[in-house]
C-alpha cells in the first residue's frame, strides 16, 4: 500500500535559518504529494500540492519539489520565522477514483527567536 | 464560496456513552465526504467515506460508524464509547476522488472519553 515518511519529531530552528522538512514516500502508482500545516489547535490547512509537469509549488514562502526518482517531496523555505511553528504533515493521493489521501506521521516545527 | 461546519466544537463524554458529531458542507454539491481521526500527538487517520447521499465505506474499524443522510450532511457516531475513541475527529471535503484534489478540512471536533 501507500505510505508516507517523513523527518520524525520534533525539528528546532533559530529564526532566520532555512528550513528543510523530509518526506518521502512508496507507491503503487505516480502520485500526488502534498504538504498540510496545522497550527496548534486548529484543522490542517493545504499548504502546497504537487504538480504533473515538474512545476516547483510555492506557497507563503515555502516550497517543494516533487522527485521521483527519489520519491521525495521535501519541504524547504529560506529563512525560517516565528510564525511557522507548527506541525507539518506530508501527505500522498495515488490511483484511481477515490483514493485515499494518506498522511505521514508529522513533523512539528518550533522556530525561536 | 464553499463552508465546511462540524459540531460540536468539544465534547466530555462517559465510556459506553453514545456519540454523535457532525458535518456539513454548504456552497458545493456531491462533494466527496471524509471523516479522520487524530488522537494526541498521532497522525490524520482516515475512517470513513462518501462520494455520495446514503454511501458510505469505511477504512478503518474503531467501533464507530458514519452515515450521510443529506447530500450536504456527514455524521459519525457510536452507540459505546471507548477510552480510545478520545482524539480530534476531522471532517473534510474534496472536489472528488481524483487522485490530484486536495481535501478542505472542518475545524474539528475535540472528543475527551472518561
Known amino acids: 500500500g501507500d505510505s508516507v515518511t517523513q523527518t520524525e519529531g520534533l525539528v528546532t530552528l533559530t529564526e532566520g535559518l532555512p528550513v528543510m522538512l523530509n518526506c518521502t514516500y512508496q507507491s503503487t502508482y505516480s502520485p500526488f504529494l502534498f504538504w498540510y500545516v496545522q497550527h496548534l489547535n486548529e484543522a490542517p490547512k493545504l499548504l502546497l500540492k504537487s504538480f504533473t509537469d515538474n512545476k516547483r509549488p510555492e506557497h507563503q514562502g515555502f516550497h517543494a519539489t516533487l522527485h521521483k526518482s527519489s520519491s521525495s517531496f521535501h519541504l524547504q523555505k529560506s529563512s525560517a520565522q516565528l510564525s511557522d511553528s507548527a506541525l507539518y504533515y506530508c501527505?500522498?493521493?495515488?490511483?484511481?477514483?477515490?483514493?485515499?489521501?494518506?498522511f505521514g506521521k508529522g513533523t512539528k516545527l518550533s522556530v525561536k527567536s | 464560496a464553499q463552508t465546511i461546519h462540524q459540531w460540536p466544537v468539544a465534547e466530555i463524554k462517559a465510556v459506553g456513552s453514545p456519540l454523535s458529531l457532525g458535518c456539513t458542507i454548504k456552497?458545493?454539491?456531491?462533494?466527496?465526504l471524509y471523516w479522520y481521526w487524530q488522537a494526541t500527538g498521532g497522525t490524520l487517520q482516515q475512517l470513513f467515506y462518501?462520494?455520495?447521499?446514503?454511501?458510505v465505506e469505511s477504512v478503518v474499524q474503531l467501533n464507530l460508524s458514519a452515515s450521510r443522510p443529506k447530500d450536504d450532511q456527514f455524521i459519525l457516531s457510536t452507540e459505546k464509547l471507548l477510552l480510545s475513541h478520545s482524539g480530534f475527529y476531522l471532517c473534510?471535503?474534496?472536489?472528488?476522488?481524483?487522485?490530484?484534489?486536495?481535501?478542505?478540512f472542518g475545524s474539528g471536533t475535540r472528543l475527551l472519553v472518561i
Open positions: 473534510a471535503w474534496s472536489l472528488d476522488g481524483g487522485a490530484g484534489s486536495d481535501y478542505t
Open positions: 456552497g458545493k454539491s456531491s462533494p466527496n
Open positions: 501527505a500522498l493521493r495515488a490511483g484511481g477514483s477515490n483514493a485515499k489521501l494518506t
Open positions: 462518501s462520494i455520495t447521499v446514503g454511501q
